[in-house]
């Protein structure tokens, strides 16, 4: 059994009973279940329809979001959530970079590393040495005036820890963001790289191992077994080509408002609504959302 999706983004809450009724009768589907009225409805079906993902790129110009997936055990136990341009709407090194007057250059190396175009960690090296004699307090700087939570993050984490399930933020960034960030959404714990400095200004260089794609995929897998889990039992976001492995090895992985080289290798896609629809694709209702 499988249980099919329809999402509207939240600011627009224009998904209606008859469309979704019209697709649930297509599809010969059971009876449908609305989370949250004009934002998330859901229905059964036996098997994956032969034309689901030419209805999905209907739908996807409409400004809605389809998925599907296996009914059973849809509710995870793990959180794994990237941070930057998926929990926060920045990167934060270019926000960095910026007050460096490096910001163009740092920004075209992170756009090629997050389409895959650059390896991690050869373009990690290189945006953090252009930051080298940056003072350490412009962290603080950026984080109060230039960093923005992505909608929905704190009901997300919020409402999974209400239910019992762990929640990790690991990032391809900075602990000196990560921290922050996790404290203000209510994370279980967090891994990022370390930024070096010497006397409070940066030195241009990142502490090893840097925490890349792999990393990623250990951070699953260890943070799983120690709660006699498996990856099966993980929902993991992400956006960007370093996130992709361990979008991959989740039990549900969700490409969010994704960079189309991981976008087409996710089966589950959000590119309308916000976090909240984490919650909704494991079948929550509003009426059960924390925070």
Not at 140 to 156: C, F, H, N, W, Y
Not at 180 to 207: K, M, Q, S
Not at 276 to 283: E, F
């Amino acid at each position: 059994m499988f249980t099919v999706s329809v999402l509207a983004a939240p600011q627009r809450a224009n998904l209606s009973p008859a469309f979704v009724e019209e697709l649930r009768h297509d599809w010969n589907g059971g009876h449908v279940i609305w989370l949250n009225e004009g934002i998330a409805a859901e229905f059964p079906v036996e098997t994956q329809p032969e034309n689901f993902w030419l209805i999905w790129e209907i739908l996807q110009g409409k400004g809605f979001d389809l998925a599907i997936q296996p009914t059973s055990g849809r509710r995870k136990s793990v959180l794994l959530a990237d941070m930057d341009s998926t929990m926060i709407q920045q990167e934060c090194i270019d926000e960095l970079a910026d007050f460096a007057g490096v910001g163009e250059r740092v920004a075209a190396i992170t756009a090629q590393a997050m389409n895959g175009e650059l390896n991690f960690h050869e373009a990690l090296v290189a945006r953090v040495g252009l930051l080298a004699g940056l003072s350490e307090s412009v962290v603080d700087e950026v984080l109060d005036s230039r960093i923005t939570m992505a909608p929905g993050g704190k009901q997300l984490v919020a409402t999974m820890r209400a239910q019992g399930a762990y929640t990790a933020l690991v990032s391809g960034g900075f602990t000196v963001f990560t921290g922050p960030v996790a404290t203000a959404l209510g994370f279980d714990e967090h891994r990022a790289n370390v930024l070096l400095a010497d006397e409070n200004i940066l030195t241009g260089a990142v502490a090893l191992p840097i925490l890349g794609r792999e990393a990623k995929i250990e951070a699953l897998e260890e943070i799983t077994a120690a709660r006699n889990l498996t990856p099966a039992d993980a929902i993991a976001v992400g956006d960007g080509a370093n996130d992709l492995g361990m979008l991959q090895r989740a039990g549900t992985g969700v490409a969010l408002h994704a960079k189309p080289v991981v976008a087409e290798q996710v089966s589950l896609r959000i590119n309308h609504g916000d976090l909240t629809a984490l919650l909704y694709l494991q079948g929550y209702a509003a009426e059960e959302f924390v925070g």
